[in-house]
């Protein structure tokens, strides 16, 4: 074969290699995998080694899933690697759908990492408090996206105490009261402080028999993220309308008793939180309302058994300013809808809730309550308190 020939031959199979994609149906291991291809070939001048690389890379996003739990799409290998489930393909069918759960006694630096009770969906049955343990992915990482899919725990004792199961999230930038009930559907935000490990753990007592679950979804926010929660809020909605819920907020009242022997409070103590909302593009003020058909839709302060429907849910049930001082909601510079006139107060509590709306930016709500949340000899009795479900409405400029 003359040198020509050989230099020919060798330019051909040069650009046959360097034009060659890898894709899953070939390869396990992808995503953000370099994949070296080397060729020997061997004359009389010896080896000449041909270092053509070809990468396939697609991004680790979020992939649909047949049940409650979405999946981040990784390359097989990554997803073994994290003892994580694949459910599916993604990107083309060049990544897989990868489903990252954790339970008790576990950390975690995945994004997207669900943490569950053992067993979920069954029952947990209580024991050693349940902990994961959540390090930053990396240094661009701002927040903690708490979702609370499915969680259920014990009703807090009748003064609004968490005295038998609890979930406690330490270790962050930002205060979390400690949570008991039925918190199904709330997300919750929390600041990174720094490279510290945020703490999530959920105490559930061995001696209480109860249907107790959880499934919490964990997302990690960057600092640019458009869906980080701002500064000192511990939850945020967006949308033009929603609907804003206590913790643990229900109809049915909490069958035990408080330490005064009244109908026990859903409501929990020792709250202390805002609820911030995006002002959508093109929208300037806020309205504020109870949730349609629920009478019990703003039941913060008062006596629920003791009013009847003509009370609760009403204006005759609405309390605010100067007689709302031990659980309240807090609404800045509010105007009454019904007679654009201000409400001359920004507190709000008792057993129904008048229609107000503000222009006050940013748009956020706040909710204190009190350590005892019964009824006692120095304060108007709380009996079967619920909390709030306000829906929202914002308005154009």
């Known amino acids: 074969?003359?040198?020509?020939?050989?230099?020919?031959?060798?330019?051909?199979?040069?650009?046959?290699?360097?034009?060659?994609?890898?894709?899953?149906?070939?390869?396990?291991?992808?995503?953000?995998?370099?994949?070296?291809?080397?060729?020997?070939?061997?004359?009389?001048?010896?080896?000449?080694?041909?270092?053509?690389?070809?990468?396939?890379?697609?991004?680790?996003?979020?992939?649909?899933?047949?049940?409650?739990?979405?999946?981040?799409?990784?390359?097989?290998?990554?997803?073994?690697?994290?003892?994580?489930?694949?459910?599916?393909?993604?990107?083309?069918?060049?990544?897989?759908?990868?489903?990252?759960?954790?339970?008790?006694?576990?950390?975690?630096?995945?994004?997207?990492?669900?943490?569950?009770?053992?067993?979920?969906?069954?029952?947990?049955?209580?024991?050693?408090?349940?902990?994961?343990?959540?390090?930053?992915?990396?240094?661009?990482?701002?927040?903690?996206?708490?979702?609370?899919?499915?969680?259920?725990?014990?009703?807090?004792?009748?003064?609004?105490?968490?005295?038998?199961d609890m979930l406690t999230i330490t270790g962050g930038n930002t205060i979390v009261p400690i949570l008991c009930g039925d918190n199904t559907g709330q997300t919750l935000f929390v600041d990174f402080n720094g490279n510290a490990a945020i703490t999530i753990s959920v105490t559930a007592t061995l001696a209480t028999t109860f249907a107790r679950r959880w499934n919490i979804r964990l997302t990690q926010l960057g600092c640019d993220c458009p869906g980080i929660a701002p500064n000192g809020c511990l939850q945020y909605y967006t949308g033009v309308t929603g609907t804003i819920t206590s913790f643990n907020y229900g109809t049915t009242a909490n069958t035990i008793l408080s330490a005064s022997l009244v109908t026990g409070t859903r409501q929990l103590a020792n709250l202390n939180y805002g609820i911030c909302i995006r002002m959508e593009a093109g929208f300037c003020t806020i309205q504020y309302s109870q949730s349609p058909n629920d009478v019990f839709s703003f039941t913060v302060t008062g006596d629920v058994e003791g009013a009847d429907n003509t009370v609760l849910g009403t204006q005759i049930g609405a309390v605010n300013g100067a007689a709302c001082t031990t659980d309240f909601v807090v609404i800045p510079n509010p105007v009454v809808v019904a007679t654009n006139l201000p409400a001359g107060t920004d507190r709000f509590c008792g057993l129904g809730f008048v229609p107000v709306q503000t222009g006050a930016k940013p748009f956020v709500l706040y909710v204190v309550t009190d350590a005892n949340e019964g009824a006692t000899a120095v304060t108007p009795p709380d009996v079967a308190n619920r909390g709030f479900s306000l829906t929202y409405t914002q308005t154009g400029c």
């Not at 979702?147 to 014990?154: E, K, P, Q, S, T």
């Open 1 to 164: 074969m003359s040198e020509k020939l050989f230099l020919i031959i060798i330019a051909a199979s040069s650009v046959a290699v360097a034009s060659f994609t890898v894709y899953e149906d070939n390869f396990d291991d992808i995503g953000e995998d370099t994949f070296d291809i080397d060729n020997t070939h061997s004359d009389r001048e010896g080896k000449i080694l041909f270092p053509f690389i070809s990468i396939v890379r697609f991004a680790n996003v979020d992939c649909a899933n047949t049940n409650t739990m979405n999946g981040t799409c990784l390359a097989r290998r990554e997803c073994n690697n994290l003892n994580g489930t694949i459910t599916g393909t993604c990107a083309n069918r060049r990544g897989r759908c990868c489903i990252v759960s954790r339970t008790c006694g576990s950390a975690t630096n995945v994004n997207n990492t669900y943490f569950t009770n053992p067993g979920y969906p069954a029952a947990y049955g209580g024991g050693p408090a349940c902990t994961i343990i959540v390090n930053r992915c990396n240094n661009n990482v701002c927040q903690l996206r708490i979702d609370l899919l499915d969680m259920v725990l014990a009703q807090p004792d009748g003064d609004g105490v968490c005295a038998t």
